[in-house]
């Protein structure tokens, strides 16, 4: 078993950052691939970011690249998304995951944190 525990989430104006934190538990970190994803109102969850379990590559939806930016240390057991120049459409519940073969695909993923809140305002 991972235990995920998002933090990190807030209301921010348009054009504003935001870094959300993704902290493990349980099995080991370094085994798996994290993903970030996000669920906004009446639509379904879709993938943000991924990063491997070593750290040395990453993957953006088309959404959010150039925007946003992954990354992880494996000494802590965290994982991190900087999110720059935050757009209304961003708005949505922003959940990590982990999965020893995760990609951009949600059922590749084995553990779920609950979700930490992003309001951006225009």
């Known amino acids: 078993q991972v235990q995920l525990v998002e933090s990190g989430g807030g209301l921010v104006q348009a054009g504003g950052s935001l870094t959300l934190s993704c902290a493990a538990s349980g099995r080991t970190f370094s085994n798996y691939n994290i993903g970030w994803f996000r669920q906004a109102p009446g639509k379904e969850r879709e993938f943000v970011a991924q990063i491997s379990w070593s750290g040395h590559s990453t993957y953006y939806a088309d959404s959010v690249k150039g925007r946003f930016s992954i990354s992880r240390d494996n000494t802590k057991n965290t994982v991190h998304l900087q999110m720059n120049s935050l757009k209304p459409e961003d708005t949505a519940v922003y959940y990590c995951?982990?999965?020893?073969?995760?990609?951009?695909?949600?059922?590749?993923?084995?553990?779920w944190g609950q979700g930490t809140q992003v309001t951006v305002s225009s």
């Open positions: 995951a982990a999965g020893t073969h995760g990609n951009n695909y949600a059922r590749r993923y084995d553990y």
